[in-house]
């Protein structure tokens, strides 16, 4: 329970084990909690892998994944829903909980079937372009929906809040975003998502090692990777004098964000959301293999509402993905008009509106 004040409104906010949702629930979770609700949170065995949920005590249940399994893991996935439902059912009488906020995911299934059954309160908040398997089935069902953006697949009304972002991030909607112009450092962050990958690592590292030398000279380069990566890129930098901070994950990230002049990430619902309120030019890799290809979807957002650049996976090695990251560095006015249009399209206040959709539906006057 996040500092559980004395009041007999009793929330629990459901997450999947991955950052993208995570760091959305613990904001909204703070928020509701500063609010005088009563907050606790239910996830899987990852989510005690993210220490800034684990300091938090969140109920574990035994959840594995679905979607692109075999017979043999669909069928031990059922079982253990099947397991988890009940022990939901337990938990949410004892907790007397009034409302289930779901942020998606496979975990959520469990504990929206046992909210449906004890006739509890249902929120579900959709951070993609399209919805996502776990809120699909369960969409009709909520007392009340909320998305990041407007989604394109949704069979019934719902109440674009925004994406709740960490507060140190939110804050940066009113900085003022400064391009690449003259000799000034240029300092480029690169994402590798939660999961990592190759493409963000190696491969990205080789084409900054290959920008012309003028342009290398005032780079700076925030670089987060797998640990296997990690030696490669620092000696790739290195052998190209390039300065550079290579990790695993970023404590701070948004100081880092604060000195950004370009990011390089994937198309992640959250990773989209914080670029967007800190107004910050991006070029997004959309995974390739993501579930509904919703980060294809998400993307096609940015470039629609020309907010960043869109790169597929097999175009990061072709001359297309340089040539753009010279272009884009070589011109701080076009930087700083894309950075216009992310704040544009953003929506800074996510955690406030959700706030107010869960007065709504309890007070009944949604």
């Known amino acids: 329970m996040i500092n559980s004040k004395n009041n007999n409104r009793n929330i629990i906010i459901v997450t999947g084990g991955t950052g993208g949702h995570i760091f959305p629930a613990i904001t909204a979770g703070k928020y509701l909690n500063d609010k005088l609700f009563n907050v606790k949170f239910i996830t899987d065995s990852r989510g005690l892998d993210n220490l800034s949920l684990a300091e938090f005590k ?3 249940i035994p959840v594995k994944g679905f979607a692109g399994k075999t017979f043999f893991q669909k069928t031990i996935s059922i079982i253990l829903i099947f397991i988890s439902f009940f022990r939901t059912i337990y938990f949410l009488k004892k907790n007397k909980v009034d409302l289930v906020l779901g942020f998606g995911s496979y975990v959520q299934v469990p504990v929206i079937l046992a909210a449906k059954i004890l006739k509890i309160n249902i929120i579900l908040h959709e951070g993609n372009l399209i ?3 776990a809120n699909k089935y369960f969409w009709r069902y ?3 929906r909320a998305t990041a953006f407007n989604i394109l697949n949704s069979p019934k ?9 960490r507060t140190e991030i939110q804050a940066l909607f009113t900085r003022n975003y400064k391009g690449s112009s ?3 450092k240029i300092n480029i962050l690169v994402l590798g998502g939660s999961l990592g990958a190759l493409i963000l690592s190696r491969n990205i590292c080789e084409q900054i090692s290959l920008l012309p030398l003028k342009i290398k000279k005032k780079l700076h380069i925030i670089h987060q990777s797998k640990i296997e990566d990690i030696n490669y890129i620092n ?6 004098n390039i300065s550079s901070e290579v990790k695993t994950y970023f404590s701070d990230i ?15 619902a959250s990773t989209i959301a914080e670029n967007l309120i800190a107004g910050l030019p991006a070029v997004y890799v959309p995974l390739s293999n993501s579930i509904d290809n919703h980060q294809k979807h998400n993307a096609e957002m940015i470039k629609k509402n020309k907010a960043g650049w869109v790169i597929q996976e097999n175009e990061i090695n072709e001359p297309k993905f340089l040539n753009l990251l010279i272009k884009l560095l070589s011109s701080g006015n076009l930087l700083t008009q894309i950075s216009f249009n992310c704040k544009k399209i953003s929506n800074p206040y996510a955690s406030k509106n959700l706030y107010k959709l869960v007065l709504g539906v309890l007070s009944e006057e949604f």
């Open 142 to 144: 909520a007392k009340a």
């Open 58 to 60: 969140p109920k574990v």
């Open 235 to 240: 000696t790739n930098y290195l052998k190209n």
């Open 131 to 133: 919805l996502g398997n």
């Open 182 to 184: 003259g000799n000034k």
């Open 254 to 268: 948004h100081e880092k964000l604060k000195k950004t002049t370009l990011v390089i990430c994937r198309a992640g």
């Open 157 to 165: 009304d719902f109440k674009v809040t925004g994406m709740p972002v």
